[in-house]
């Protein structure tokens, strides 16, 4: 009688697990690289959350964009006037570069966008490439112990959908525009 009940209890508890992982809705990531938002609403048909995106972008970058001594410096990694002197609230100044784009992800369910967004700010460095805020850094000082950015392999003002379905089934890529 102990060992059914237990069986009882088991099955009962996993069956929420087993219904949600054969779940046939469509889960999926859209994920993008916008220089404007307008780039990003002909993408995504969703001006609120390109332009809330876009204002989220602009105040992380001024936290987490790499800070420079001078405009040399900063213009020798991100080129020539795209650097401004910026100041941190404490009376320190310091140089970082201008943001140029954004990036947006967005967690869809059968094609419409769930539960909110991420978004960072995105910087074009002096040789056309693009980078982010690495996760949990800001405000690195270049040269310094380390570097705040990463390079990102992106097309900009293109909108990416990346599937992830339910149990057993692979995952799919698909672009969207220009």
Known sequence: MKRSKTAALLL???????????????????????????????QTNDSNTCQQAFAKAQQDAVATAPRFANREECEASYGKEKCAERNDGASHSFFGPLMTGFFLSQMMRNGVAANG??????????NGGWQRPATGTGGVYRGGAGTAMVPVNATPNRAVTVSRSGFGTSGSSRSFGG
């Open 117 to 126: 967004f991420n978004s960072a700010p995105a910087f074009r460095d002096s």
């Open 12 to 42: 009962m508890s996993t069956a929420p697990l087993l219904l949600t992982a054969c779940d046939r809705s469509e889960s999926a990531s859209r994920e993008g690289l916008y220089t404007s938002v307008e780039a990003c609403v002909a």
